[in-house]
């Protein structure tokens, strides 16, 4: 089965770190695009950062460049997001998503995990 | 950054009416688009993706169509289980962006 684990997430104060994990499995991982995706609460989805199947690429939406990095490990089946700096804004729930090759396969994000819930709070 | 905006925000339907919702990008995006399903609690799912190609498993009754900068997602028949969030979003450049979502629920 298909299927994508995060963890991770708790609660953190104000200028925190947080790590978040996220556990692959029933597919070749080392062959995709993974993304991060957050809801905040009540709120709509937005992406977050996404990275290459070898690690060589990576992008972030503006607001967390500079104080999230995204990682890899192949040989782990393993997707992280280190959290740095957070902020009360950086409450969400953290989804992991599978990204499907674009010009092969149309793309979009076709495997998600359940999520794991980040609390950024005095 | 590429704006998604969708309309409705809200739609009140019922079961078996047809449903339309529409995504507009504010630069053009090709048919690199996909539309995904939310309920409460739950992670999102890809219905569409490529503007109009459905997802395996998905029922046929949804169909999605467009391209360039104006995207709509077709519900044929409202059924039961369609109540929910939808979004669409764009991967035609980053940072990928979705729509703010609609909500369709039970008139």
Redesign the interface.
Known sequence: EVQLVESGGGLVQPGGSLRLSCAASGFTFSSNWM?W?RQAPGK????VA?IKQDGSEK????SVKGRFTISRDNAKNSLYLQMNSLRAEDTAVY?CAR??P?IMF?????V????TTVTVSS | ?IQMTQSPSTLSASVGDRVTITCRASQSISS?L?W?Q?KPGK????LI??AS?L?SGVPSRFSGSGSGTEFTLTISSLQPDDFATY?C?Q?NS????????TKVEIK
């Open positions: 993304s995706v709509g989805l937005e992406w996404n992008y972030y939406v503006d989804y990204d499907r674009m149309g793309g979009g994000m076709d998600w995990g359940q999520g | 950054d690199w996909a995904y939310q992670a999102p799912k890809v993706y490529k190609s997802e979004y979003q991967y980053y940072p990928r962006t979705f729509g703010q979502g």
